[in-house]
């Protein structure tokens, strides 16, 4: 076997896609789940050269398996040196890569390829750009072009523009937005009014969209607002260059993706929407 492909057992839509492209896929569940995943491979003789290891980023791009995040954090490391590294030298694994949205496109992301590297001693890859669908065939991730390692990452891809070839006649104003998803707690939900929604959706290029099925972001904040009796939905992806709203259309299971005009005023702006947020959080504990 030259590569094994391991997938966050998270139960979403867009996860879901990638298994039904992927023929070899094996669900894990966080640092634990991936040590008895491995575990189980070492006992069966399986040599390797290839871990992938498939799930959605967080920002600024940290790769997450369940809820466990690879990240630049030493205790990452840590637990990735005693308890996967022995498991990746009996395997004879040469590369780990981290195939989630832009694992590699940010300073702080590539810092954890670089942690993460050392802790494993072996060449680990991220992605420069959002991933989808379209980077899978049948026998795994196929677009081995965008992956490049932490010291490797100066020109960094457009990471949203690979996709404009893509592009539909529809627009936001098309959509009869609605919330979309089940929605949980332990999302990050940041209810506003009406009028703090069209303020951030003016900073949204709403003149044409996409659906993508299998894009692997966790959004970093998912707006909700009540319009006309319905409870409306927008999904802030990663660093603000793409947004999702979830509407009536028939191919819209997955939503549908806008660009972003202004990605840095789009952030600037949430985050004096959110101090407030965080201001009451802390005085509660």
Same mark, same amino acid.
């Given at each position: 076997?030259?590569?094994?492909?391991?997938?966050?057992?998270s139960? +979403?839509?867009?996860?879901?896609?990638?298994?039904r492209?992927? !023929?070899?896929?094996?669900?894990?569940?966080?640092?634990?789940?991936?040590?008895?995943?491995?575990?189980r491979?070492v006992?069966?003789?399986?040599r390797?050269?290839t871990?992938d290891?498939?799930?959605?980023?967080? @920002?600024?791009?940290?790769?997450?398996l369940?809820?466990?995040?690879?990240? @630049?954090a030493?205790q990452?490391?840590?637990?990735l040196?005693?308890?996967?590294r =022995?498991?990746?030298?009996a395997?004879?694994?040469?590369?780990?890569?981290?195939l989630?949205?832009s694992?590699a496109?940010?300073?702080?992301?590539?810092?954890?390829?670089r942690?993460?590297?050392l802790a494993? /001693?072996?060449? *680990?890859?991220?992605?420069?750009?959002?991933?989808?669908? #379209?980077?899978?065939? =049948?026998?795994?991730?196929?677009?081995?072009?965008?992956? &490049?390692?932490?010291?490797g990452?100066?020109?960094?891809?457009?990471?949203?523009?690979?996709?404009?070839?893509?592009a539909?006649?529809?627009?936001?104003e098309?959509i009869?937005?609605?919330a979309?998803p089940?929605?949980?707690? +332990?999302?990050?939900?940041?209810?506003?009014?009406?009028?703090k929604?069209?303020?951030?959706?003016?900073?949204?290029?709403?003149?044409?969209?996409? *659906? $993508? =099925?299998? $894009?692997?972001a966790?959004p970093?904040?998912? &707006?909700?607002?009540?319009?006309? #009796?319905?409870?409306? !939905? $927008?999904?802030i992806?990663?660093?603000?260059? &793409? *947004?999702?709203?979830?509407?009536?259309? =028939? @191919? @819209?299971?997955?939503? /549908?993706?806008f660009?972003? !005009?202004?990605?840095?005023?789009?952030? !600037?702006?949430? +985050?004096?929407?959110l101090r407030?947020h965080?201001? *009451?959080?802390?005085?509660r504990?």
């Amino acid at each position: 076997m030259s590569r094994l492909s391991l997938i966050s057992d998270s139960k +979403d839509r867009e996860l879901d896609t990638i298994r039904r492209t992927v !023929r070899t896929l094996e669900p894990v569940t966080g640092w634990e789940g991936l040590v008895e995943t491995l575990e189980r491979h070492v006992q069966r003789g399986t040599r390797v050269a290839t871990l992938d290891l498939i799930g959605h980023s967080r @920002d600024p791009g940290f790769l997450m398996l369940g809820s466990w995040a690879l990240d @630049d954090a030493q205790q990452t490391a840590g637990t990735l040196s005693l308890s996967v590294r =022995p498991l990746l030298d009996a395997l004879g694994v040469i590369e780990l890569r981290l195939l989630g949205c832009s694992t590699a496109a940010t300073d702080r992301g590539r810092a954890a390829l670089r942690r993460i590297s050392l802790a494993v /001693r072996r060449s *680990v890859y991220g992605t420069r750009r959002f991933l989808s669908k #379209n980077d899978y065939g =049948p026998a795994g991730f196929m677009s081995d072009e965008i992956l &490049v390692g932490p010291e490797g990452s100066a020109q960094i891809l457009d990471r949203v523009g690979f996709f404009l070839g893509a592009a539909t006649s529809v627009p936001l104003e098309a959509i009869d937005l609605n919330a979309g998803p089940r929605l949980t707690a +332990d999302q990050p939900l940041l209810p506003v009014n009406e009028i703090k929604a069209a303020e951030i959706l003016a900073f949204v290029d709403g003149s044409r969209s996409w *659906v $993508l =099925p299998g $894009l692997l972001a966790e959004p970093t904040q998912i &707006v909700l607002w009540s319009q006309r #009796n319905t409870i409306c !939905r $927008l999904e802030i992806l990663l660093d603000g260059q &793409v *947004v999702r709203g979830f509407g009536a259309y =028939p @191919d @819209d299971d997955h939503g /549908r993706l806008f660009r972003v !005009r202004d990605p840095d005023g789009l952030t !600037r702006y949430l +985050d004096a929407l959110l101090r407030p947020h965080i201001a *009451v959080r802390a005085r509660r504990t």
